[in-house]
């Protein structure tokens, strides 16, 4: 019989191996712990552990959107222009989100210093603006402070906070 090469991607090994041990389980049989079927997954794989296998992960590749968005970012990771797509605006938005501190209140004064250098084309008050109405920052009515909403970031977001811009194709 001739064997066929049949390619498996998962996307959340833990998962896979938590799925495993449990249908393992519901067939009388006494599977190891998980940190344990990690290691023989990644050996049946080819890895020598599961600490090999998670290093020769590559990176998801970036979506055409969030390199786009990128673009707009000079090597120091400064805006450079305001995209006109209010999608790629948000995406970029998130890397100043994610450059103020959690919990903190600031003053009107340190959010527009903060923004004057994270960008280059001289609207702070835009960014400023934005950011609130994208609701990645809140503010009192009275414009006292200034704070960062905590919450989870979308997966574009994520890997917009996470690029490297020295690494970015231009």
């Known amino acids: ?14 998962a ?14 006494n599977p190891p712990g998980h940190q344990v079927m990690l290691g023989l997954i990644a050996r049946a ?5 599961y600490q090999q296998l998670r290093a020769d992960a590559s990176p998801p590749a970036l979506s ?22 209010t999608r790629l605006q948000a995406l970029c938005l998130w890397r ?3 450059g103020l501190l959690p919990g903190r209140d600031y003053r009107e004064a340190e959010i527009s ?10 609207d702070h008050v835009l960014l400023r603006r934005s950011l609130i ?10 414009g006292s402070w ?12 994520l890997a917009m906070i996470r690029a490297d811009l020295r690494s970015r194709v231009t």
């Open 96 to 98: 100043f989100w994610a």
């Open 16 to 29: 896979f191996a938590r799925t495993l041990r449990d249908d393992l389980t519901g067939q009388g049989a």
């Open 1 to 14: 019989m001739s064997r066929d090469l049949n390619a498996l991607y998962i996307a959340d090994l833990s």
């Open 64 to 85: 055409k959107a969030v390199a786009r968005a990128l673009r707009y970012f000079d090597d120091q990771g400064r805006l450079t222009s305001w995209p006109a797509q």
């Open 146 to 157: 200034y704070r960062r909403v905590e919450q989870a970031p979308p997966p574009e977001a």
């Open 133 to 142: 109405d994208h609701r990645l920052m809140t503010r009192a009515t009275d």
């Open 45 to 49: 794989a080819g890895f020598r552990n």
């Open 113 to 122: 210093d903060a923004l004057k250098d994270w960008h280059l084309f001289g």
